[in-house]
């Protein structure tokens, strides 16, 4: 069909830079291979991606036919959509435009949930959607008592008011809205002599073939559609009255490009549940701010089970263990042995895990207070003072087996453990038939975590109980669940094997990201090597600032290094911190937007005291907030007028937003970010890293460094990146902290790219001021 990727490129010319990239990303897939590349923020890394994966698609004689982005930024995701649309806004006008679709969540396309109606809402929208379709699906079951068509009639007639007045009502029907269309239904759900069931699903199986492709049930067209963001999807089905999750899935296979986050192929629940098809050797795999993969990815393939979930959990077991034990005769206690039988799960293993169950809710207690009673021995008059804290379960630097295992050796046998899970789902079916109602049970979760809790090494895995703050006047008033939540985790510390296994399933593709030096880490960290080991290339790509190079500044500023040793608690009058706010002042003094990135909130708030009173310009602190409130204050910040913003660096301004044109003039990032080191997940995490990629390991460079120093100067480095992202652009770029200008022991020179390295010059404190002069004139 003659089609090649310069016809794809969404723009007139691509930047050198990009055309390398691309003939790289196809050349490096062809080969079954992963392209590995860093560029600079604005570089176009997101038409690079896509014009290479579209190639492949397009391509008659390649093996892909799809293209799946994953990016953990929603920013980000809005810019591979604007790229898609860009891509099809410039194709030639005899070819038909890429197919592509937004994932999310059911929160974000069930039209109760984002109208809040029906009690459905973010938090309950997966209970309530699994139960709505099971009793939808019972009753237009083969043995059920109506038709997917009827229910969908009968809803659509109650919306005109025809079953009520017998066809005479002339009322204005009050029509459900959502994503600016009239869905054909009322705001609440649908009833059927007394069962509540979802009108759309039951237009769905009503459209969905008997046999065949469920894409034959879309009732709009799609292929011609270009991209179908979330508000087309939701207003295209939601306005004919059928389910768009379930348009969701059945369009999937069938785009060219399927936008989603890293959930949708590293989250083991979801995979199973939505995407899996999705994960083959036909897919090009676009991994996009992929510094953030191996962090993502360890909270993915971590568990843990909380408290509350462990009592609810012992209810359910004796929910099912009742109608056999006390009522043998009756019609539930038939079902229960039925559903048991075919599960092939005993009533004694339902006992035995609820004893075991309960024995460790009892466990738990003990060992909360047995810490807080070591550590803060006035806790219980303290209770309104608690932080959020953890309890580790072993030395965190010592890989041996946990005080929760030991503790159920001296009672429970292996078969507990390893049965968790069959007794789980037993249960889940059992109560789900007995109460005709599908919705997540607390058993499942328990029994999958007693499962991988069993299965996990101790090595690379780390387990400790978490405790975060809450407060529940319920509980006695000198309870520990008074005022925390307690969860027993199961942190995966290394989780490279479980990144190179889902990458193995791919075909190819790009991991891209601003900040992926050193690369031999990023390699390491993510199990890359190993698939290179197995035969999979993979090629390797850094592309600096081509932008004009008068148009920045940029600044290693040597002062002292902004430890908690050299520069004290917040408030404290040190030398160190006077050095800190002279620099940022004298930064922040200049014209235009300046973002300040400091190692926490903390630390945020104090220099936003600070400079409040040497500033004449508005001082804004971004605070640990929900996604309104930061909205808000980016709206602030960007709304005219010079503004200096004062964050967190580990906070969400510092990377995947948009800083285009004169929103930012100056980025300054004071010290090193690096995770707490005393904590014991933290120091877990290091210990693991030395074993897998220290001198012993593959890396060659110690747990510290990969796992802490590292991630901490990509942090940095994404801050900075904020400031130039396109030719026309000028600004300034400081990093102030000794470790930034010199090279010494505890330095992270190294770590940058040559070319950024080259870039940002040492310059003394007092000889700042100078260097800005200097840039502003020229």
Known sequence: MGETWRTVFGHDEPYPEQADGIETAIDTADRGGFAV????????????????????????????ERVVVLTSVKQQLRQFEADVRTINENLPEDWRPVSALTLVGKADVCPYSREQVADIDDSTVYDRCEGLRERTRNLTGSEGPTTAAALASDARQAQTGLLDT??????????????????????????????????????????????????????????????????????????????????????????????????????????????????????????????????????????????????????????????????????????????????????????TTRSFVRDLREELDRQVQNYLDREQPSWRAALDDLADDEIPLRDPETPEPDAITEWASEDYGDDVWVRAESVGAAVARTLN??????????????????????????????????????????????SWRRAYNARLSLHNCVPGDAISDRLDDFGGGVLMSATLEPLDVFRSVTGLDELADDGR???????????????????????????????GAPGDATETREVYVDAVAEVAGREGNVLVGMPNYAEAEWMAGELETRLDSPVLLDESSDDG??????????????????????????????????????????????????????????????????????????????????????????????????????????????????????????????????????????????????????
């Open 166 to 351: 017998g066809g005479n009502a002339s009322a204005t029907p009050d029509y459900l809205e959502t994503a600016g269309e009239p869905t054909p239904y009322l705001p609440e759900t649908a009833d059927y002599e007394g069962t509540e069931y979802c009108p759309f699903y039951a237009q769905y199986l009503e459209d969905l073939p008997e046999e065949g492709d469920p894409v034959e049930a879309v009732p709009f067209d799609f292929e011609d559609a270009g991209l179908l963001d979330t508000e087309d999807l939701v207003g295209l089905s939601a306005g004919h009255g059928t389910c768009p999750h379930s348009m969701l899935g059945a369009l999937l296979p069938h785009v060219e490009v399927a936008i989603g986050n890293y959930y949708h192929a590293f989250d083991p629940r979801t995979v199973d549940t939505f995407t899996g098809a999705l994960l083959d050797d036909e897919t090009f795999l676009v991994c996009d701010e992929a510094h953030m993969l191996e962090p993502r990815v360890r909270d993915l393939v971590s568990d843990g089970v909380g408290d509350a979930t462990l009592r609810d959990a012992e209810s359910e077991l004796t929910r099912a263990i009742q109608p056999v034990e006390f009522d043998p005769d009756t019609d539930e206690a038939e079902v229960v042995r039925g559903e048991l039988e075919e599960m092939d799960v005993s009533l004694d293993e339902l006992k």
């Open 537 to 567: 290339p993979v090629v390797e790509r850094t592309y600096g600032l081509t932008f004009p190079s008068e148009n920045r500044t940029s600044f290693a500023v040597d002062a002292p290094a902004f430890t908690h040793e050299n520069r």
């Open 629 to 778: 409130t930061t909205e808000a204050l980016k709206t602030d910040f960007f709304a005219g007028g010079d503004k200096t913003l004062v964050t967190s660096i580990r906070g969400t301004l510092t990377e995947g937003v948009d800083y285009r044109g004169d929103r930012l003039h100056a980025a300054v990032v004071c010290g090193v970010p690096l995770v707490d080191t005393t904590s014991p997940r933290t120091r877990a995490v290091v210990t693991a890293y030395d074993r897998a990629f220290g001198t012993d390991g593959r890396g060659g460079r110690s747990g510290f460094e990969t796992a802490l120093t590292v991630p901490a100067v990509r942090k940095a480095r994404q801050a900075v990146g904020r400031v130039i992202r396109g030719p026309d652009e000028r600004g300034v770029r400081a990093l102030v902290d000794a470790r930034y200008a010199r090279d010494r022991w505890n330095g992270v020179r190294d770590y940058f790219p040559e070319w950024e390295r080259e870039e940002f010059r040492p310059v003394s404190p007092d000889m700042l001021s100078l260097g800005l002069d200097r840039f502003e004139k020229r």
């Open 37 to 64: 590349i860093e560029g600079a923020c604005g570089t176009g890394k997101t038409m690079l991606a896509l014009t290479a994966g579209i190639d492949r698609v397009r391509d008659p004689d390649s093996p892909f």
């Open 433 to 478: 038939s007995l109460e005709e109602e599908d919705r997540e049970r607390a058993i499942t979760t328990v029994g999958r975590v007693l499962g991988s809790w069993y299965r996990a090494d101790h090595a690379r895995h780390f387990r400790e109980i978490d405790l975060s703050r809450t407060w529940n006047e319920a509980e006695p008033p000198d």
